[in-house]
């Protein structure tokens, strides 16, 4: 295969270059300027040059897109401009050069970004000390159960499910629900199942709230008066929440079974019911990096090229590059903690499975459209930190706050702040299977 790669020299280019040649692929690299010593095996033209001769390229099979000016940089006005500019207009020049070209490429593959779909929060979970319950409380319990419990709405929304954001919540604290195609039906869902709990703790006296407190408890732990070292949220999560244990392991999380491959059709449907970002939700920029990738992927529309594949990445994960090692640097001295709320959703993929999702794009005909490049175990911020944290054997105490990171870094504090939870669906349907699935797989092959 002879693939084009725009933006070859960058750390996923450089992944992605030396992954094509170790398969024996003829890879171009298109760059501003020639370098001073090429890496050998590959071959490398300037954007001039192919735009002043694009018949030279006829024949390529395919061309990777991942140019685009970096954005860990303090966003001035111009520095914004630099963003989108840079990112637009390399579109649109490409659509330019394969109008001129006698054989045009049979696909493109364009890595665009996650954050198009807006924000979403998710409580933050901490360890509950084993408390001793009367069996007359837990009788009680159980008799106000029988009043007001809907089965459903219990193990949906006191599960602790991650993404999924139960009802209208109060105060400063509360988590912002999160946003996909299928908001209206998970609304409707509340509003049927949950107005009987939500309502009783806005308007009933404090007896009552520690009533169903035990009552969730006892729901969880099938009556038992002894309750197990588990967790509990901290500040920031909905008060609709009870947490539970974390469900690492839980043979019917979505995470678990879509590392089992694309056969595990449970995981895909089940992924879709707890307001996780799919390909199919609509983008609902929030923020201007939001933007910045709408606009890009309406100019890489006008590309004519048969097939394109438009990879959403999100944070990737890499031991030499990217943004790992400087999130590392904080537990290495044992400084590591929350960034802000903790509650922002906080997508990833590790690296090999980025240049695994670039291959498998470049390789089946049969993909197009987009495709969310993130692993299939969506964690909020305080849940990273605290993985990261116990991988390395470090303390996940030191919490900085919001005002504090806006202050410092200003509108570029909103890649800290703010995140999704996204789920690559169609990757698994589609027949890839992730080499790390797991947060905390990934966090132990990267820190090993």
């Known amino acids: ?36 010593a090429p890496a050998a095996g590959f071959l490398y033209v300037t954007w001039e040059e192919w735009s002043a001769n694009p018949d030279r390229w006829s024949g390529v099979d395919a061309i990777v897109s991942l140019s685009g000016e970096t954005i860990s940089k303090r966003w001035s006005d111009e520095a914004k401009r630099r963003i989108l500019v840079s990112r637009t207009q390399t579109a649109l020049h490409l659509a330019d050069i394969v109008r001129r070209m006698e054989t045009p490429p049979k696909a493109l593959v364009n890595a665009s970004g996650i954050s198009l779909y807006g924000h979403s929060h998710s409580p933050i979970l901490k360890k509950r000390k084993k408390k001793k319950r009367p069996a007359s409380r837990v009788k009680a319990a159980a008799d106000l159960l029988d009043q007001y419990r809907n089965e459903e709405a219990v193990t949906a929304n006191v599960a602790g499910i991650r993404g999924f954001s139960a009802g209208e919540s109060t105060g400063p604290d509360a988590p912002l629900p999160p946003r996909s ?122 590309i004519p090229i048969e097939r394109k594949v438009k990879l959403r990445i999100s944070l990737v994960l890499g031991r030499e590059g990217g943004s790992f090692p400087l999130l590392r640097l904080p537990y290495r001295f044992f400084i590591g903690g929350r960034m802000g709320k903790g509650t922002q959703g906080f997508p990833w993929i590790h690296l090999q499975d980025m240049i695994g999702l670039l291959l498998f794009s470049l390789d089946h005909p049969h993909v197009s459209g987009p495709l969310n490049a993130v692993a299939p175990d969506p964690v909020n911020n305080d849940q990273f930190g605290r993985t990261l944290g116990r991988v390395m054997r470090r303390g996940h105490w030191l919490h900085v706050p919001e005002r504090l990171l806006r202050r410092v870094l200003g509108e570029q504090s909103v890649l800290l702040l703010t995140g999704q939870h996204a789920y690559p669906r169609r990757a698994l349907e589609n027949g890839y299977t992730f080499a790390f699935s797991r947060l905390e797989d990934a966090l132990r092959d990267l820190t090993k």
């Open 1 to 36: 295969m002879r693939v084009m790669i725009c933006g070859g020299t960058g750390f996923i280019g450089t992944a992605l270059s030396q992954a094509l040649l170790d398969r024996g692929d003829e890879v171009i690299i298109v760059t501003r300027q020639l370098p001073a």
């Open 181 to 302: 195609s299928r908001s209206g039906q998970r609304q409707s869902f509340v509003q049927e199942n949950e107005a009987a709990f939500i309502g009783i703790e806005e308007d009933s006296s404090d007896d009552v709230n520690e009533l169903l407190q035990q009552m969730r408890m006892a729901v969880r732990e099938g009556g038992e008066s002894d309750r197990d070292d588990g967790f509990e949220q901290a500040a920031g999560s909905d008060p609709a929440y009870e947490a539970t244990e974390d469900h690492d392991g839980d043979p019917d999380r979505p995470s678990d079974l879509g590392a089992r491959g694309a056969d595990s059709q449970a995981a895909i449907t089940s992924s879709l019911d707890y307001g996780w970002f799919d390909e199919d939700s609509p983008a609902s920029p929030e923020d201007f990096l939001g933007r910045v990738v709408v606009a890009w992927e309406e100019a890489i529309d006008q």
